[in-house]
């Protein structure tokens, strides 16, 4: 046996299934990525499950087309990706089948082909989980369940899903069925993992927060001479209602320039209001890839960070990800979020939903020198790179026999 034979030998197998992974764009793809490279760094054997790629548009990216499933090494990791009906309509019966279709896909998978013991499984989406845990649990397999959003508590507060109608209490048994079965759970926040305990006391629950890798510096160039650049960078969907924010926001007679990147379902919308208000001082720029983004935020100042709704157990990854970078953040977004903004000195909290509140504080941001910035953004960057560690994270997680 050769040596590198010899090592595969003795790494440990863990499988991770996911509905988002690379070369899709987003917060979910990219937190998958991380912790299947980390655990890879970490001696494991790592193989990953998800659809053929299609998100955030739902079309299947050219290279998948015409293709039922498709095998293929990224960065040291096996990722298998099945077949999918791919769409984001609006129609929540298209979007079941979407869903459904991936769920049949991976169930015959996973019934038929040999896995490895460990799997550990993204929720949401809730009905993907439910399925996925009902064979995992058949097969007695360790099932580390990540939960990302409360499913269904988060679409309430979305008000996209009616309390206590049929589709509610069918959520509520998926929902309390793949706790149950779970061997453990990762919980994004401190909200999740007090759910799932109200409802399990005795359940085995770790923290994981969607750390960011330090691997990626930026060397920010603070421009005295430009306005102060705040920007957001990332889903263009309902929750993070960034549609409302640049239709109440109030620049005028501020030295302050507001800069869109991403897309999603409010993609159209925006950019025809943006074309309307031609003196707003907002600039929409499209999706780029994770590297020309970063490019071109060097010269940036603040990254907002907003939500529609305060969301029960929400906590957005782009806290983590922009101030590990150096940016200080504007929170707008309630719930456990805001303590992690104020606790850490990370930028300015407004209130969720609190429009006016939020344009006093980009008064109180328009009357920063480019200097202070410049010092606020040293500072956040070396706070950070302590307490948002996430190769600590995973050690710790190793050392306490999760994976």
Not at 29 to 40: C, F, G
Not at 52 to 74: A, C, Q, S
Request: charged share 25%; aromatic share 10%.
């Amino acid at each position: 046996m050769s040596e590198t034979e010899t090592s595969l030998a003795q790494m440990d197998d863990i499988l991770i299934i996911s509905n988002y992974y690379p070369p899709e764009k987003g917060a979910a793809a990219n937190r998958i990525e991380q912790l299947a490279l980390k655990l890879h760094q970490n001696n494991y054997k790592v193989s990953v499950i998800c659809p053929l790629g299609n998100y955030p548009k739902g079309e299947l990216f050219p290279e998948y087309k015409g293709k039922f499933t498709v095998t293929e090494i990224r960065d040291n990791i096996t990722v298998k990706r099945l077949w999918i009906y791919p769409s984001v309509s609006k129609n929540i019966l298209v979007r079941i089948l979407s869903v459904l279709s991936f769920s049949m896909s991976l169930f015959f998978y996973l019934v038929f082909k040999k896995t490895p013991h460990k799997v550990v499984v993204q929720s949401p989406p809730l009905l993907l989980s439910f399925i996925l845990v009902l064979v995992l649990s058949w097969k007695k397999k360790k099932i580390i369940l990540n939960i990302s959003d409360l499913w269904p508590l988060a679409a309430i507060e979305l008000k996209a899903l009616k309390e206590h109608s049929f589709s509610h209490h069918v959520s509520l048994f998926f929902e309390r069925f793949i706790y149950k079965r779970a061997t453990l759970i990762l919980g994004q926040s401190n909200e999740i993992i007090k759910h799932v305990t109200s409802i399990f006391p005795d359940k085995n629950c770790h923290l994981y927060r969607n750390f960011p890798d330090h691997g990626v510096l930026m060397d920010l160039k603070t421009v005295e001479s430009q306005p102060i650049k705040i920007f957001y960078a990332g889903l263009l969907g309902i929750a993070q209602g960034v549609l409302e924010l640049c239709q109440k926001i109030d620049l005028k007679g501020l030295n302050i320039e507001l800069h869109i990147f991403g897309d999603g379902a409010e993609k159209n919308e925006l950019e025809n209001l943006i074309l309307q208000e031609k003196e707003s001082k907002i600039f929409f720029h499209g999706m780029l890839d994770r590297k020309d983004l970063h490019e071109k935020l060097r010269t940036f100042d603040i990254a907002i960070v907003p939500l529609k709704t305060r969301i029960y157990g929400s906590v957005p990854s782009k806290i983590f990800e922009y101030s590990a970078l150096g940016f200080p953040i504007l929170y707008f977004g309630g719930g456990e979020g805001e303590n992690i903004v104020e606790e850490n000195h990370l930028g300015w909290v407004a209130s969720v939903e609190n429009h006016a509140d939020l344009n006093k504080k980009l008064v109180e941001i328009s009357k920063l020198s480019k200097s202070e910035l410049n010092d606020r953004k040293q500072d956040i960057f070396n706070v950070t790179q302590h307490t948002f560690n996430l190769d600590h994270q995973i050690k710790d997680l190793i050392t306490k026999n999760v994976f």
